[in-house]
Every structure is written in structure tokens, then in C-alpha cells.
């Protein structure tokens, strides 16, 4: 059974950081292209970040509003996708999707999110 699962969400103050995780099982993470969505309230599901399987260099790219802040890497050993989150805004309060992408054939996998508050 493919399955991603999100952890690591929580309260934060603004200027503060959190490291989300997504642990993935079922299918060959490693092949797979991974990416990190959010969904503010009440607003779009927007692209965060994403980083290439194997067969892209694991080449990363990210949203204009999270560069320079945040740091999307994997573990494929672990089977895991990591999005570091530092110097936080209350403008990055959402609920954080990880997906998974088969380039080949288009095949996708949804977590079930992890919600982020950031609040003083």
C-alpha cells in the first residue's frame, strides 16, 4: 500500500523554524520526484518546494516565497523527505502536503498534511 505520512507540524513564533518529515512506503521513493505543497487557509494548495528522484540529480527548486528560508532534502535510505522552515512568517501558516511524483507515468501520492501555525 503506497503511503506518505507528514510529522513535525506545530505552533511556532514568527522568526522561529521547524523541520517537517515524510515518511514514505509501498513504492520505489527513490525514482520518485518529491514535493512539499501547502494550503493557507481558505486559499489554493500552492508548490513549496520539490527535489529530483534519482534519475534528476535530486535537483531542488522552490517557491519565490520560501527561497532562501527553507531546504527541501531527502534521505533515500530512509525513504524519507524533509522540508527545514526557518525564519518563519505568520504568512507560511497552512496545512503542509508532501507528494510524490512518477515522472514516467505520471502516478501520484498524497500525504495526509501536517498543520503549521506560526503566531506570537
Given at each position: 500500500q503506497?503511503?506518505?505520512v507528514e510529522?513535525?507540524?506545530?505552533l511556532v513564533q514568527p522568526g522561529g523554524s521547524l523541520r517537517l518529515s515524510c515518511a514514505a512506503s509501498g513504492f520505489a521513493f527513490?525514482?520518485?520526484t518529491m514535493s512539499w505543497y501547502r494550503q493557507p487557509p481558505g486559499k489554493e494548495r500552492e508548490l513549496v518546494?520539490?527535489?529530483g528522484g534519482a534519475s534528476y540529480g535530486h535537483i531542488t527548486k522552490y517557491s519565490d516565497s520560501v527561497l532562501r528560508r527553507f531546504t527541501i532534502s531527502r534521505d533515500n535510505a530512509e525513504n524519507t523527505?524533509?522540508?527545514?522552515?526557518?525564519?518563519?512568517k505568520p504568512e507560511d501558516t497552512a496545512v503542509y502536503y508532501c507528494k510524490g511524483l512518477n515522472r514516467y507515468n505520471n502516478h501520484e501520492v498524497w500525504g495526509q498534511?501536517?498543520?503549521v501555525t506560526v503566531s506570537s
Amino acid at each position: 500500500q503506497e503511503q506518505l505520512v507528514e510529522s513535525g507540524g506545530g505552533l511556532v513564533q514568527p522568526g522561529g523554524s521547524l523541520r517537517l518529515s515524510c515518511a514514505a512506503s509501498g513504492f520505489a521513493f527513490s525514482w520518485y520526484t518529491m514535493s512539499w505543497y501547502r494550503q493557507p487557509p481558505g486559499k489554493e494548495r500552492e508548490l513549496v518546494a520539490a527535489i529530483g528522484g534519482a534519475s534528476y540529480g535530486h535537483i531542488t527548486k522552490y517557491s519565490d516565497s520560501v527561497l532562501r528560508r527553507f531546504t527541501i532534502s531527502r534521505d533515500n535510505a530512509e525513504n524519507t523527505v524533509y522540508l527545514q522552515m526557518n525564519g518563519l512568517k505568520p504568512e507560511d501558516t497552512a496545512v503542509y502536503y508532501c507528494k510524490g511524483l512518477n515522472r514516467y507515468n505520471n502516478h501520484e501520492v498524497w500525504g495526509q498534511g501536517t498543520p503549521v501555525t506560526v503566531s506570537s
